[in-house]
C-alpha cells in the first residue's frame, strides 16, 4: 500500500550562495520530491516512540540540511548527550565556530530584563513586555504545580503578583537604568508595611525601596516616565502600606516564588548580571546551544531554557528580514519540556521572520500533558500542531498518535471487491467429494461497492523500520505536508527512509 523511496542525498555541498532564497533546496524526500526554505519555515514536527529513530534519521537528516545553508538558531536540550550530537552536526558542516554553548560555567550570561529594556527598536522598555517576558516562564511552573483542582480566587492573587511586578520594574528601570531580579526583589522586600513607616528615619536609611524613590525623582524624565513615576509613587506611599495584611502577604509570597528561583543559583549568574550573549546573535549565524538539559538540570534547565526560548522567539518576530535575510531555526528535541502557551502564537507569524521550528517528541499526549490536560490543553497543541506543515511520523506504538497520524492523513475513495459462491445440498455432497462436476455449477456472484477509507490505517505506523544493524541502519518515516502532493507517490503523504550514522 505504501511506496517506500530509499533515496536520499548523502552529499551535503559547501560554499552555497548565501542567498536564502525560499526556493532554495534543503534536502530530497524522494528523487523527484524536494524540501526547500520555504517548507522549512513553516515548522515541522517530528513523531516516533523511543528508539524510532526520530532523532537519528529525519532529525539529523534535516538538522545538517539547516547548518549546511548557513541557518543560525537555538536549540534546546533534554538529554546530557545532545551537545555531543551538535557538535558532530556542526563539525561535519563545516560549522564548529559558530557554534555557543550556554553552559553551568555561567561563561555567557543574558540579563533578559534589562535586554528587553535597553535593546533597539521603539517597542523597547514598555514595562508590560518585561513583565510578560518574565511571566511566561513562569508559565512552566504554574503547570507543574497545578493540582488540577484549580483555586476561585488564584487570579486576583497572580494579577496583584503582576501589579507589584510592574511598579517594582519602573522603579528600578527609573532609579537605575536597568532591571534584574535581585534588585525586583530587593525593592519588594523593603517596601513601607504602614504609612508611619514612609516617616522612619531609619526605614529610610535600611529601605532600598525608598532610595530608589529618592534617586528616581531627582532623575530627568520624559512625560511618560514623569506620569508612570507619579503612578509608582501613589502604589508604594499610598496603596501597598494600605493593604490587608493578608493581602499584602499573599502577594508579596506570589510574586517571591516566581522571583527567587531567579535570586540564588545558577539562574541568577546566567540571566541577573551582565549580558555577553543575546539572542540577536543568531541572525549573524550563531547557533546557541543552551546545555542545561532537563534530565540532569531538572526544573532549573527547564526554566532557563524556556527563557531562552522565549527571548529567541520575540526576538527573531522584531527583526526586519529584508536588511537581515538569513534563516533561523528553532530546534528542540524531547519538545514537550520546554512547549509554552506562546508557542501556538508564534507559530502563525514567525514564517514571515524566516523561522523554521523544528519539534521532536514521542506522541501527541506528550503535548497534551505537557500544557496542563483539559479543552484548553488539547486546543493549544492542536493549534500548535496545525501550523507546524511538515509531519514526519515514525514507528510508534502509542495508539492515540497512530489514530491521529492516520486521520490527518485523511480518508480516500477506495473500491472493494466481493464475491460469492454458493450450492444446493445435492451440489455440496458432490463438491466435498472432488465430483463438483457431477452436480449443477452453483451460483456465483460478484460485485463491487465504493467506500470512503483511511488512506494509511493506523497499524501501518507500528511495522516502520526504526534503523540499527537489524535494519541496515535505515530508518523509515512518513512524510505529510498540507497542501502538497508528493511525485513519488502521487498523494499527500510519502513513506521514505533515512540511513542512521553508525
Not at 511586578?165 to 517596601?191: C, E, H, I, K, Q
Amino acid at each position: 500500500m505504501m511506496l517506500g523511496r530509499l533515496f536520499r542525498r548523502n552529499r551535503y555541498p559547501r560554499a552555497r550562495p548565501l542567498r536564502w532564497e525560499l526556493t532554495d533546496e534543503l534536502l530530497r524526500w524522494s528523487r523527484d520530491d524536494i524540501w526547500t526554505l520555504r517548507d522549512a519555515v513553516e515548522g515541522t514536527l517530528i513523531l516516533g516512540a523511543t528508539g524510532s529513530g526520530k532523532s537519528s534519521g529525519s532529525g539529523r537528516t534535516i538538522a545538517v540540511s539547516m547548518l549546511d545553508a548557513g541557518f543560525g538558531g537555538l536549540v534546546l536540550t533534554a538529554k546530557p548527550d545532545e551537545r555531543a550530537l551538535w557538535e558532530s552536526y556542526c563539525r561535519e558542516t563545516g560549522r564548529l565556530g559558530d557554534l555557543i554553548v550556554v553552559g553551568a560555567d555561567a561563561e555567557r550570561r543574558f540579563n533578559f530584563l534589562g535586554h528587553e529594556l535597553n535593546r533597539q527598536g521603539i517597542g523597547a522598555g514598555l514595562t508590560e513586555n518585561i513583565v510578560n517576558l518574565f511571566s511566561n516562564v513562569m508559565e512552566i511552573r504554574e503547570r507543574g504545580a497545578s493540582s488540577g483542582g484549580g483555586r476561585e480566587d488564584g487570579t486576583f492573587w497572580k494579577q496583584g503578583a503582576l501589579k507589584c511586578m510592574r511598579n517594582a520594574v519602573d522603579l528600578v528601570s527609573l532609579a537605575t537604568g536597568t532591571v534584574s531580579v535581585p534588585d525586583l526583589v530587593r525593592v519588594v522586600l523593603s517596601a513601607p508595611l504602614a504609612t508611619a513607616q514612609i516617616r522612619d528615619k531609619d526605614w529610610q536609611h535600611g529601605s532600598f525601596c525608598f532610595e530608589c524613590l529618592k534617586v528616581a525623582d531627582k532623575r530627568d524624565k520624559s512625560p511618560r516616565q514623569q506620569h508612570d513615576f507619579g503612578v509608582v509613587c501613589d502604589y508604594y506611599l499610598l496603596e501597598w502600606p494600605n493593604l490587608a495584611e493578608r493581602t499584602r502577604s499573599v502577594i508579596q509570597a506570589t510574586f517571591m516564588g516566581w522571583a527567587d528561583m531567579f535570586n540564588r543559583g545558577l539562574l541568577r549568574e546566567l540571566f541577573c548580571t551582565d549580558t555577553t550573549l543575546t539572542p540577536e546573535d543568531v541572525e549573524r549565524g550563531r547557533i546557541i546551544l543552551v546545555d542545561l538539559p532537563v534530565k540532569e538540570f531538572g526544573e532549573v534547565g527547564q526554566f532557563a531554557q524556556v527563557l531562552w526560548k522565549y527571548a529567541f522567539q520575540r526576538s527573531i518576530e522584531r527583526r526586519n528580514v529584508a536588511a537581515s535575510p538569513r534563516p533561523v531555526f528553532l530546534w528542540a528535541d524531547e519538545s514537550q519540556h520546554f512547549v509554552t502557551s506562546y508557542d501556538m502564537q508564534f507559530q502563525t507569524t514567525c514564517r514571515a521572520a524566516r523561522v523554521a521550528t523544528v519539534y521532536l517528541t514521542q506522541n501527541v499526549s506528550n503535548f497534551y500533558a505537557a500544557l496542563g490536560g483539559g479543552d484548553k490543553a488539547r486546543a493549544e497543541a492542536d493549534s500548535l500542531f496545525a501550523n507546524l506543515n511538515s509531519k514526519v511520523m515514525h514507528c510508534n506504538g502509542d495508539a492515540v498518535t497512530n489514530e491521529w497520524a492516520s486521520r490527518l492523513i485523511g480518508r480516500s475513495r477506495q473500491f472493494l471487491a466481493s464475491g460469492n459462491n454458493s450450492y444446493d445440498a445435492e451440489d455440496q455432497w458432490t463438491a466435498s467429494l472432488g465430483l463438483d462436476w457431477l452436480g449443477h455449477a452453483g451460483h456465483t456472484s460478484a460485485g463491487y461497492s465504493e467506500t470512503f477509507e483511511l488512506e494509511v490505517q493506523a497499524r501501518e505506523f507500528t511495522r516502520l523500520r526504526t534503523g540499527g544493524p537489524a535494519n541496515g541502519w535505515m530508518v523509515d518515516g512518513i512524510v505529510f505536508q498540507n497542501g502538497r502532493v508528493f511525485e513519488a507517490s502521487g498523494r499527500t503523504w510519502l513513506e521514505t527512509a533515512f540511513r542512521q550514522v553508525p
